[in-house]
């Protein structure tokens, strides 16, 4: 496993986009929830916002960069060829998707953590001017705070997630531009059809099986109890559609000639 | 240039995955339009068992509110009408902040004044001068149509020539200052003239659990004293229209006379239908935002593939005019995915109509030009998506990085704002700048100035009007085939 790791490793290095896609995640991740807290006003204690959801919004924008990251990590072989040099050196097929996950998961981890911390910096400069005061029920965004520190860490935790998920569907698809396409589908499928479904029994059950709504969850500071899925479960329904596309991926991988 | 066109079309038919694609779009739209329709069920529970009561529709074909106080008497043909609203009252229940208390106010679009209206049938013509609440006189007729008047006028004026009705108004009843002329085609000779009051219900926006914002409306009433009225000594007759019996006693009229001053109060109000509780025929094409991700991915590739495989060499020395041969791709993958959208929406719309009526939901009727625009537009925006996402991929020349652009700027901005996870402020300027403006094209009930709506994105009203927001794809399409053109001869292929 030390050798898949090291060989991918260097490869994910030494591509020249990576270090671009790993920056443009902190940028497009501050950027957006600088623009929605800029875009938001609270104008009395009842103004129902979430404000450290409202602070890290970003994460639904950076989560798009993350999927190319994921995305070119597998399919940028199939296009060369490589693939077939990589297990011809590396037989076992299934260890270096498990590589691959792992190498992935590292950088995206720091690039997703650099993202968080800089939007609830964002939001603790930002929120104040915008309304959202101590007056008006909203204290100071602060890591110390239980909810804050969920929301921030299970954020960078779906990030991660998300590239592992986009991984497994790369490993199955093999095409990039066809893989971004099942990708994006599925990150955007489910908050359309639950926001046009009008049967709220199809709306629960849509939310709690949707990678991206239930994983989401876990950026909810209050009306925790309207949730239809809780902020842990609903990380944990994001892993489970992460383990399952790396395991079918890996199985295919494994089946199919490359 | 015939010939690039055919070699160009070749291409793309004999490429199977791509064909297969373009099926997929097709099927897709269907049936997310399928699943979503059968999601959505509604009724009430009424005198009529669990059917929803029909929603009147106006003599322009929209559903209409007709829902307010009416003291009218017989019109043959020719005759004035004049009055003085002495005064405009009224009472909000439940207004913010703590949404607790009935309190004395006037909304804006609160009416009081004189109208001419064919019968007493839901959804018939009128013309009628009035005083608002916040928007001084108007003159309003058909349910649509509104023309602003001056905000000292207390006196009201309606004069009826055959099947043409003019509005006039004065701040003294001796200057009179005609504010409009309106034709109420097809009026019969025997009309009603009279009094009205209506009171549309208070709206309040606030922020939803769990996002997105959530409009509510409250009951309000309004009360007017009318003097100077030019019928006084006729006999009157009073209709509370479109009420039911066992409606709160707040959004019930009344209509009291004494010394030729007449006292009315009422509820509801008589203009266009929006959105809100109605099911649009755009619900029908929900899916092609979906279909819209397969086509971005097809036509992407459809440039990259040229690239990977080295086929774009070829394709160069065969045609070394390399501007021709982006155009003649465009056009190629333009009228493919016309033609796509087309097909997915003819089938689309009907067939979901029919499922969401089946379900008890009441689709809002639009004009036959609205339906057409909704359902060619949508043809149209995937056509220019597919063109903006080839110029992308010319331009950025690899695939995932291609369709993540095009995905970036056209799908997910709309997901994003209608999905409503961003705030309403930020999710219409987004709708105003990047090219998911276009979706505007699907709009099929306008925003109404003279109603007060809950007008976000996240309802189904977009800020830009259709086409407008149409050109805003197209602009961003010539823009990007443009550049890809300009760099197609600069750079090494």
Known sequence: ?258 | MTGLLRGEWTKFRTVRGWVLGMALAVLITVLLGVFTASGSHSSCSGPEGDVCPALPVGPEGLAVNDRFSFAHQPLAGDGSVTARVASLTGIITYPPPDHDKIVPGVVPWAKAGIMIKESVRPGSAYAAMMLTGGHGARMQHNYEHDVAGSREARWLRLTRSGDTITGAESADGTHWTTVSTVRLTGLQKNALMGLFVASPCDLTVTQGDLGGTIGKCRLTQATAVFDHVSLAGNPWTYDDLGGHTGAPALSQGTFRESGGTFTMSGSGDVGPYGIEGGQIVERTLSGAYTGLIVVIVVAVMFITAEYRRGLIRTTLLASPRRGRVLVAKSLVIGVVTFVVGLIAAVIAVPLCSRILRANGNQLLPVSTSTELRVVAGTAALLAVAAVLALAIGALIRRSAVAVITAIAVIVVPHVLTTASVLPAELSQWLLRVTPAAAFAIQQSIPEYSQVEGHYVPQMGYYPLAPWAGFAVLCAYALLALGLAVLLLRRRDA
């Open chain 1, 1 to 258: 496993m030390k050798r898949e790791i090291h060989a991918e490793w260097t490869k994910l290095r030494t591509l020249p986009g990576t270090g671009w896609v790993l920056l443009a995640i902190p940028v497009l991740t501050v950027a957006l929830g600088v623009a929605a807290g800029a875009a938001t006003t609270c104008a009395s204690a009842r103004c129902n916002h979430d404000a450290v959801k409202l602070a890290l919004t970003g994460v639904q924008l950076s989560q798009v960069v993350v999927a190319v990251l994921a995305v070119l990590a597998i399919t940028g072989e199939h296009t060369t060829g490589l693939i077939r040099t990589t297990f011809t050196a590396m037989p076992r097929r299934f260890t270096v998707l498990g590589a691959k996950a792992a190498v992935l998961a590292g950088p995206t981890l720091v690039a997703a953590i650099a993202g968080v911390l800089g939007s609830v910096l964002a939001g603790r400069l930002i929120l104040p001017g915008r309304g959202f005061t101590p007056a008006h029920g909203y204290p100071l965004l602060s890591l110390t705070d239980g909810l804050v520190l969920r929301a921030a860490a299970g954020s960078v935790l779906y990030l991660t997630l998300i590239a592992v998920l986009c991984l497994g569907v790369a490993a199955i698809v093999r095409d990039s531009a066809a893989a971004m396409g099942v990708v994006l589908g599925l990150f955007y499928l489910f908050p359309i059809l639950i926001h046009l479904v009008s049967d709220p029994d199809w709306q629960r059950l849509l939310f709690r099986i949707s990678p991206t709504n239930a994983g989401l969850a876990i950026q909810s500071s209050m009306n925790l109890d309207l949730l239809p899925i809780g902020p842990w479960p609903g990380l944990g329904v994001l892993a489970a559609w992460a383990a399952a596309a790396l395991l079918a991926g890996g199985l295919l991988v494994r089946l199919r000639d490359v």
